[in-house]
């Protein structure tokens, strides 16, 4: 059975700086391609960042592209999202999740999904 649990998120000021990690396990992580997505309140998911699985292939949304950067570690089966220069408007649940596809955007194209972490920016 597939696990991705998400750790790390929390209450931080506008400037301030966070990692999120999520675990994951069930499967061969390294066939995996990983994805953060964030929801914040009223509005739908959206992507921030995935990477493919080579570390050299990253992707991350215009919104948080210089701020934000993904990463991750094969050998511990972890996905990372270090988190610079937060700003309010980053405040959401955020949730990793892995598809199989070699690039992925959309939602649709992940199968597994994490429970989520709440980021709250205050300003």
């Known amino acids: 059975q597939v696990q991705l649990v998400e750790s790390g998120g929390g209450l931080v000021q506008a400037g301030g700086s966070l990692r999120l990690s999520c675990a994951f396990s069930?499967?061969?992580?390294?066939?995996?391609?990983m994805g953060w997505f964030r929801r914040a309140p009223g509005k739908e998911r959206e992507f921030v960042a995935q990477i493919g699985w080579s570390t050299d292939n990253t992707y991350h949304a215009d919104s948080v592209k210089g701020r934000f950067t993904i990463s991750r570690d094969n050998a511990k089966n972890m996905v990372y999202l270090q988190m610079n220069n937060l700003r309010p408007e980053d405040t959401a649940v955020y949730y990793c999740?892995?598809?199989?596809?070699?690039?992925?955007?959309?939602?649709?194209?992940?199968?597994?999904w994490g429970q989520g972490t709440q980021v709250t920016v205050s300003s």
């Open positions: 069930g499967l061969t992580f390294s066939t995996y391609t």
């Open positions: 999740a892995a598809t199989k596809a070699r690039i992925a955007t959309a939602l649709g194209a992940y199968i597994y």
